[in-house]
């Protein structure tokens, strides 16, 4: 197992560019099923998550080439299974976005319990907002231990409100709609970015789709979707992840290719908590902080703060000077991290599973740790930066999961990572 080791405390400089949105390459993967003509994905992350999505569609007999290093050509004109197996879908939680296309197109799905971040209470993630979508469409689900047959003889459009806000459960639906007889109406959906970009590629190949990035989202049923080229927009959670580093690790950087009216909520926070920074259209601008002022948050769907960037915001607070409150609203298992950070020494009070007090400033001292799960990884590898002396991180396939080469990028900074394989 491959593991991380830091060497704490080097000041950062220069420029990073942002990667492709890995939740939005997940998505739009499975996308290619609703064709028989070839969809083109730009911008793809070089992430184990999307190696992942592409075996899948592999799996199911779409055909698969590599255009160029960050992109691909996907012609699922012929499938020969609608089966995922419990060894691809187990293994990351977007792959139920596979569900609804299939459905729709051969009138069959079948998938095992899908896995990712086990971050809720339980033994995974719940599917509960899925199930019950697909079944609204007309589909009928026998539960075999966790394997699960869909079968649906008619694909007809559904009325659903969404009890809980959910990115994934609004984009599966939508996308399972797109081929369904008549108007769907979806209520209470995410307003997530990513979504008004899948639903204007699909308006652009014949779909009718309104609303997206609203909460009533409204598709009018189409016989026939085309495919065509997906640039994929980029990753807000690693803009916000690396603007946080560089508050964090008080060091100036420049951060591009990247779209800031998406993480606005965290650049209004670097105001009122001193962090210099000044951001153009696809670039954001961080300069070091003389002194960081707390500020509380409550993770919020978007455009709230992203439970996403919960844990690196929670690092910067042990630099601040005075306490605040961090309160996960999204997720019941997203603080756990903060034990390790504790062990590195920060002052960190946990008053309930969601909710945490941080004092500061604290210093850190490196340690041996493990990456619990993807977010909470790269918390700890920027902890080991801020750190004195020397971190190990283990487990380091969750970080890689999400952020593509992200020793190599930093090393480009300045950072003292060297990743070693055991
Ligand atoms: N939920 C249910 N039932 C369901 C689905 C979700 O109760 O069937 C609950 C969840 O337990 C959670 C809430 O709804 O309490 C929101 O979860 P959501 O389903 O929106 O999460 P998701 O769609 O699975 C996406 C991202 C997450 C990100 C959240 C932000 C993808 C593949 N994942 O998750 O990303 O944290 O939105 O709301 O797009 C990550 O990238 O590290 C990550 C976890």
Redesign the pocket.
């Known amino acids: 197992m491959a593991k991380f080791i830091i060497q704490g405390q080097n000041k950062l400089r220069g420029e990073i560019a942002v990667r492709g949105a890995?939740?939005a390459a997940?998505k739009i993967i499975p996308v290619a099923l609703l064709s028989d003509e070839t969809l083109l994905v730009e911008n793809l992350p070089q992430i184990e998550d999307v190696d992942k999505a592409l075996e899948a569609m592999a799996s199911l007999g779409a055909k698969i080439k590599r255009t160029k290093k960050d992109a691909c050509a996907i012609d699922a004109s012929a499938i020969s299974s609608a089966d995922l197996s419990a060894r691809i879908a187990g293994r990351f939680?977007?792959a139920i976005m596979f569900a609804g296309p299939l459905l729709a197109r051969s009138g069959a799905a079948s998938f095992f319990s899908p896995g990712?971040?086990n971050?809720?209470s339980g033994s995974k993630?719940?599917?509960?907002?899925?199930l019950d979508g697909f079944k609204k469409f007309g589909a009928s689900i026998r539960d075999e231990d966790g394997h699960f047959f869909l079968r649906a003889k008619r694909w007809k459009a559904a009325r659903i409100f969404f009890p809980?806000?959910?990115?994934?459960?609004t984009e599966a639906m939508m996308t399972a709609a797109v081929l369904a007889a008549g108007t769907t109406v979806l209520d209470n959906c995410?307003l997530e970015p990513e979504i008004p970009a899948l639903a204007d590629y699909l308006n652009q190949q014949g779909a009718k789709i309104t609303g997206a990035g609203t909460p009533r989202i409204v598709i009018q049923g189409v016989k026939k979707i085309h495919a065509g080229k997906f640039f994929i927009p980029p990753d807000r959670?690693e803009t916000g992840s690396f603007a946080l580093m560089a508050a964090a690790l008080k060091s100036p950087l420049t951060i591009t290719g990247c779209q800031p009216e998406h993480i606005m909520v965290l650049l209004e926070i670097f105001r009122a908590i001193g962090v210099p920074c000044r951001w153009g259209r696809d670039c954001i601008v961080i300069k070091a902080a003389k002194k960081i002022r707390p500020y509380s948050i409550k993770t919020h769907?978007y455009p709230g703060f992203?439970?996403?960037l919960q844990s690196p915001y929670t690092l910067l607070m042990t630099q601040a000077h005075g306490s605040c409150l961090i309160h996960e609203t999204?997720?019941d298992r997203r603080l756990l991290y903060v034990d390790m950070l504790m062990q590195m020494g920060a002052d960190i009070v946990m008053c309930d599973p969601h909710r945490v007090v941080v004092n500061g400033p604290t210093k850190l001292y490196g340690k041996k740790l493990v990456s619990p799960d993807?977010?909470a990884g790269l918390t700890l590898l920027l902890a080991g930066l801020l750190a004195e002396g020397q971190t190990e991180i283990g487990n380091i396939y969750q970080i890689d999961r999400?952020y593509e080469d992200i020793d190599g990028r930093l090393r480009a900074l300045g950072a003292k990572i060297k990743r070693v394989n055991d």
Not at 125 to 130: G, Q, S, Y
Not at 164 to 169: K, Q
């Open positions: 890995k939740n997940l939680r977007a990712g971040c971050l809720a993630r719940p599917i509960n907002l899925f809980i806000v959910s990115v994934t459960a995410a959670i769907e992203p439970t996403d999204i997720y993807l977010r999400g």
